[in-house]
């Protein structure tokens, strides 16, 4: 059996999606490592898979700062793509010295890597090992892309960053210029966490891209929940864990619901106090996380950010959504729910009680997730995903 490694982006959404596959490739009898930062470590190791831990940049007050100042924009500018760069390259100058050591005398037959990150790919270079993309959100090719729908103008110049990143390539010894690292192998096998069905020009892209829609796995990490009252309808609301130190907007939810004969279930992700939220109605509870499957098995509709993590487990469940986009990403994966009739989109600075409420009632009456349902059921998820990563170990 074979030795392969996972590097991933240290955030809950990218992490997430590629677990049931470290896992299902752990059942088949693969060794799988997984360098990961420590608060995402006990999520590696539930399934099988080697945690190797090591400190991340990605939580720094400069990452945090460039990070938010996405979201007060409605597109990505160049400016803040020179800062994206800046930002990876920190990272991997950070991450690749201890995590090539970590594997020195053990390396992988083939890493799995997240094209958010540059040091799996290094790595693979240095080693001269395959690698499989592992994309939490949409494929881009020439018909389609994020930067060519969603990004404004800027006048940041990348040449510093750029000029850090050969300076990177040279001290490894790779026969590679950064034009071509960048630009990577367009044959190169990749995993994409959705159906076809749900991807921008879907048909549009060739055999080496497998969509293989959501991979969900055991998530005991989160706990069980049950809902309180089973019969009545139920809004789960959630911004994910970044983007969610927004106390206005969770008591704007609280409030649209307060004189329905609603349930509500707030998951803020630890962004906000309970003094912040304010006192709850008997119909709501809050918490800073909850193991979302199980409240989607009792979800009417789910207001939430648009995270393509989010929208996938919720279309798995077959529950339509209120979709509220925080950055540019989010507002691509808002708008094809509003294309495909999955739910509706809601702009941050329209939210109050009154849209709020407008917009889930609408949803609950209108829309209708169960065709996309059985395209994420015969995407295959996690078992189609390892049998890709498979195949290339096959062919070495």
């Given at each position: 059996m074979a030795h392969i490694a996972f590097f991933v982006i240290p955030f809950a959404g990218h992490v997430n999606p590629s677990l049931a596959v470290a896992a299902e490739l752990v059942r088949r009898g693969h060794r799988v490592s997984y360098p990961i930062t420590a608060e995402l470590a006990d999520r590696v190791a539930a399934t099988g898979a080697l945690p190797i831990p090591y400190e991340t940049t990605t939580r720094s007050a400069a990452f945090t700062a460039d990070m938010r100042g996405y979201a007060r924009r409605e597109a990505f500018t160049a400016d803040d793509f020179v800062r994206v760069l800046r930002n990876t390259l920190r990272e991997t100058v950070a991450v690749l010295p201890p995590t090539a050591r970590a594997f020195a005398g053990d390396e992988p037959d083939l890493i799995v890597h997240d094209p958010s990150g540059?040091?799996?790919?290094?790595?693979?270079?240095?080693?001269?090992?395959?690698?499989?993309?592992?994309?939490?959100?949409?494929?881009?090719?020439?018909?389609?892309?994020?930067a060519a729908g969603y990004t404004a103008a800027g006048v940041a110049d990348p040449a510093a960053v750029l000029r850090g990143l050969g300076g990177l390539i040279e001290r490894l010894g790779l026969p590679l210029t950064v034009e071509e690292f960048l630009a990577g192998d367009p044959a190169e096998p990749a995993l994409v966490y959705l159906p076809r069905a749900f991807q921008y020009a879907g048909e549009t892209f060739g055999d080496s891209v497998h969509f293989v829609g959501p991979c969900l796995g055991e998530r005991s990490f989160h706990g069980r929940w049950m809902p309180r009252h089973p019969a009545e309808p139920l809004v789960l609301v959630s911004l994910g864990t970044f983007h969610n130190r927004q106390p206005r907007f969770f008591r704007s939810c609280i409030d649209a619901m307060a004189d329905l004969p609603w349930r509500v279930v707030i998951a803020h992700g630890g962004g906000v106090t309970a003094a912040e939220l304010g006192p709850l109605p008997a119909a709501v509870e809050a918490h800073a996380f909850v193991p979302q499957a199980d409240v989607l098995a009792h979800t009417t509709v789910f207001v939430n950010h648009g995270g393509m993590g989010t929208v996938m487990e919720s279309l798995h469940a077959g529950v339509p959504m209120v979709v509220v986009p925080q950055i540019a990403e989010h507002r691509a994966t808002a708008d094809?729910?509003?294309?495909?009739?999955?739910?509706?989109?809601?702009?941050?600075?329209?939210?109050?009680?009154?849209?709020?409420?407008?917009?889930?009632?609408?949803?609950?009456?209108?829309?209708s997730t169960s065709a996309m349902r059985d395209e994420i059921r015969r995407a295959g998820g996690a078992p189609a995903a390892a049998d890709v990563i498979e195949k290339v170990l096959a062919q070495c």
């Open positions: 540059w040091t799996g790919k290094l790595l693979a270079e240095r080693w001269r090992v395959p690698t499989v993309q592992s994309m939490p959100t949409f494929a881009a090719n020439e018909h389609w892309s994020l094809r729910i509003v294309q495909l009739g999955l739910g509706a989109r809601l702009d941050r600075e329209r939210v109050r009680a009154e849209t709020v409420r407008q917009a889930v009632e609408f949803v609950a009456a209108h829309t």
